[in-house]
C-alpha cells in the first residue's frame, strides 16, 4: 500500500470517528479544491478547513466509505460514499475526487457529489 492511500483511509477513519481533523498534517499549505458549480474556497490550510466543516452539520452515524481507490504517481483517484443524518432526515452523497500529492501531504483536490448513493 502507499503512504497517498493510506492518508485517504486515515482521513476517512478519522472522520468516522468523529476525530479532530489534523488539517496541517493532512493538507499543504498552498492547497486548492476545484469543485464546478461551487463558489472557491481560500487557499490553503484555510480552505482545507472550511471543505471539512461542511461535515458538521451532519449526525452520527457518519460513514464516510472508500469504493474504489486508484493510484497513478502523485494522484489518486477516490470513488467515496457518504451516509449520515442531515435535518432528522437520511443524507446519502456519492463523490468522486481526484487528490494529488506532494510530500505525503494532499495538495489539489478535484472533486464533485450528488446527493444520491452509486447504484
Known sequence: MSRQKDLLREI?????AG???RI?????EDFRLH?????A???GHAGASQMR???????????LEILDMIEEGDRVAV??????TYEGEPFEQ???AIYRFEKGRIAEDWGVSVRALWP
Open 19 to 21: 476525530a479532530p481533523d
Open 79 to 84: 470513488r467515496w460514499q457518504l451516509t449520515a
Open 94 to 96: 456519492s463523490i468522486m
Open 53 to 63: 466543516a461542511r461535515f458538521n452539520n451532519l449526525t452520527p452515524p457518519i460513514n
Open 35 to 39: 469543485e464546478p458549480g461551487r463558489p
Open 12 to 16: 476517512a477513519a478519522a472522520h468516522n
Open 41 to 43: 474556497l481560500p487557499v
Open 24 to 28: 496541517a498534517e493532512w493538507f499543504t
